[in-house]
C-alpha cells in the first residue's frame, strides 16, 4: 500500500530527479483533482479545485465494509449512506454489482451513487468473488460458476446491511450494467 490517505490516487508522472509524483487524485465526495506528492506519498497536495461548486452540496461518504459469503468467504464492498442520514433510521436500499466480472469498485468518487445518496437511498458496491484487487485466486474465484458464489456474495450483503439497522428490508432493489447487469438479473 503507497498511500493510507483514504484517496484513490494514480500516478500521471514522476519528476526527472525521481522524487515527485504528480496524477489525479479522487475521493468518495470529491472528484479527481490533480495532486502533488513526494514519492513516499505520506501528504499529497492537491493542486486544482475544478468542482468547487460543490462545497455547496452535501455530498455523502463511503466506507468499507466485509461481511462473510454463504460460504464463509470474507467479501468487502462500499457503502453509501445518504448524504443526511440519520443514525438509526431504515431508509431504501440499492445493490449496485460492478461489472467484469473481473473488475472492482473503488473508493472514488461516483456521480450515480451521490445523486442516489442525495435523494435518500444507501447504496452498497460488494467486490464480489471474481473481483479485482485480491489476488488471482479471488479474481478467478467464479469462474465457469456465474450466478452462483458472486451471487451469494451480493446477497448476503444485503442481508448483513439490514441486519446492521439501516437498510429497509421493504425497500430494497438492485442496479446494475455490463456484468452488474447480468447480476441484477439474475438477482430478479
Not at 487524485?25 to 506519498?41: G, R, V
Not at 452535501?58 to 466506507?63: G, P, Q, R, Y
Not at 446477497?155 to 456484468?179: C, H, N, Q
Amino acid at each position: 500500500q503507497v498511500s493510507k490517505t483514504g484517496a484513490s490516487i494514480n500516478l500521471t508522472e514522476l519528476s526527472t530527479d525521481g522524487n515527485t509524483a504528480v496524477g489525479t487524485l479522487t475521493l468518495s465526495n470529491a472528484p479527481a483533482e490533480i495532486y502533488k506528492s513526494t514519492i513516499a506519498f505520506t501528504q499529497p497536495v492537491t493542486l486544482t479545485n475544478h468542482n468547487k461548486w460543490l462545497s455547496d452540496y452535501s455530498l455523502a461518504e463511503t466506507e468499507i465494509v466485509k461481511w462473510k459469503s454463504k460460504d464463509g468467504m470474507e467479501i468487502e464492498g462500499l457503502l453509501t449512506r445518504p448524504a443526511e442520514y440519520t443514525e438509526g433510521s431504515k431508509v431504501p436500499f440499492l445493490l449496485n454489482p460492478h461489472g467484469g466480472p473481473t473488475g472492482a469498485s473503488v473508493n472514488s468518487f461516483n456521480g450515480t451513487v451521490q445523486v442516489l445518496a442525495a435523494n435518500g437511498f444507501a447504496v452498497l458496491q460488494p467486490n464480489f468473488r471474481g473481483s479485482t484487487g485480491k489476488g488471482l485466486a479471488f479474481s478467478q474465484a467464479n469462474k465457469n460458476t456465474w450466478g452462483k458464489g458472486d451471487y451469494e456474495d451480493c446477497m448476503t450483503g444485503v442481508d448483513a446491511m439490514i441486519a446492521r439497522g439501516f437498510a429497509d428490508p421493504d425497500r430494497l432493489g438492485a442496479f446494475g450494467w455490463s456484468y452488474g447487469g447480468y447480476m441484477t438479473f439474475w438477482i430478479l
